[in-house]
């Protein structure tokens, strides 16, 4: 009869709750709306190569950030180490011999 440890979770392997993750993706699209928002007023402000360089970065910058708001959670890398459970005093040569 085989012995299976059972499986234990930490949590450090929890994900973030939803609200959380809401918050974030929220709070990067803002920004990015923020630097977009400066980039038409650059735009405005600013003569030859400049001006068409924040006109362009304003026009760009929705994709990105609408790209980046509905991007899923990111994987965090499993750099933590799981609890394991001590092994049992009787190795398996002893319990076999014990008749268990």
């Known amino acids: 009869m085989h ?4 499986e234990v979770h930490t949590i450090t392997g929890a994900r973030a709750s939803h609200d959380e993750e809401l918050g974030q993706r929220m709070r990067r699209y803002l920004i990015s709306m923020s630097i977009r928002t400066l980039c038409f007023i650059l735009a405005v402000l600013c003569t030859g190569w ?3 360089t924040f006109a362009g970065l304003a026009i760009v910058l929705p ?8 991007a899923g959670p990111r994987r965090r ?3 933590h180490v799981a609890y394991v459970p001590p092994k049992n005093a009787l190795d398996g040569d002893q319990s076999r011999r014990l008749g268990s």
């Open 50 to 52: 400049l001006r068409w």
């Open 3 to 6: 012995h299976h440890s059972p």
């Open 77 to 79: 890398p499993q750099d």
């Open 63 to 70: 994709y990105v950030a609408v790209v980046a708001a509905n």
